[in-house]
């Protein structure tokens, strides 16, 4: 089954506005990751959220996590030209033995000057 | 800031070749990952590895791969034979344990080019 599906696939937006990305997922879980990766480069974490959390800040980032809807949304405020990149969301699930994680497709997020 | 790290950043092989790639996890950490990204794909998990042995894998994760911790340090990823899609880029990654949260670190990649 699908996990960790990114809306919207991609997303253009001013410099200075701020970014919404959002992830659905189908299977219970213990956390969840977000992730944002430069073209062709490593994957660097950006915050994670567990289950029994709803919000969670970290400079720029909010994250928000719905359990009720197996949904996540990742906002970045006053958005700068360096957030250009893809974000990914990735989900621990909840019976896995070895924390495995099972990531979107992503959110390709460009930032215009 | 501790970091993972992997060697080589690109590797072009030929087809039916074996490759090594190679991983130094954050050196507290006890849970060690390796996934691909197929280009312009997700990033899929292979194998976690725990306590010496494999604790999961993925059906990506056949008999043509192998895993090793050969060390205190290093943890390596084999590709016996190697086949034209294989190429991707291959990611390390660690966590230090299950109840912190299971923060998975990544490594920046090797990018395995299969000819």
């Known amino acids: 089954s699908q996990q960790g599906e990114e809306d919207p696939q991609a997303l253009s937006i001013q410099e200075g506005e701020n970014a919404t990305m959002n992830c659905s997922y189908k299977t219970s879980i213990n956390n969840l990751q977000w992730y944002r990766q430069n073209s062709g480069r490593g994957l660097v974490h950006l915050i994670l959220?567990?289950?029994?959390?709803r919000e969670k800040h970290s400079g720029r980032l909010r994250v928000t996590l719905d359990t009720s809807k197996k949904s996540s949304s990742l906002l970045i405020t006053a958005s700068r030209a360096a957030d250009t990149a893809s974000y990914f969301c990735a989900t621990g699930e909840a019976y896995s033995s070895a924390s495995k994680i099972i990531f979107g497709s992503g959110t390709r997020l460009s930032i215009r000057p | 800031e501790p970091e993972v790290t992997q060697t080589p950043s690109h590797q072009v092989t030929q087809m039916g070749q074996e490759v090594i790639l190679r991983c130094v996890p954050i050196s507290n950490h006890l849970y060690f990952y390796w996934y691909r990204q197929i280009l312009g794909q997700k990033v899929e998990f292979l194998v976690s590895?725990?306590?010496?042995?494999?604790?999961?894998k993925s059906e990506i994760f056949d008999d043509q791969f192998s895993v090793e911790r050969p060390d205190g340090s290093n943890f390596t990823l084999k590709i016996r034979s190697t086949k034209l899609e294989d190429s991707a880029m291959y990611f390390c990654?660690?966590?230090?344990?299950?109840?912190?949260?299971?923060?998975?670190?990544f490594g920046p990649g090797t990018r395995l080019l299969v000819l």
């Open positions: 990654a660690s966590s230090f344990d299950r109840s912190r949260g299971e923060t998975q670190y």
């Open positions: 959220i567990r289950s029994n959390e």
């Open positions: 590895f725990y306590n010496n042995e494999i604790s999961e």
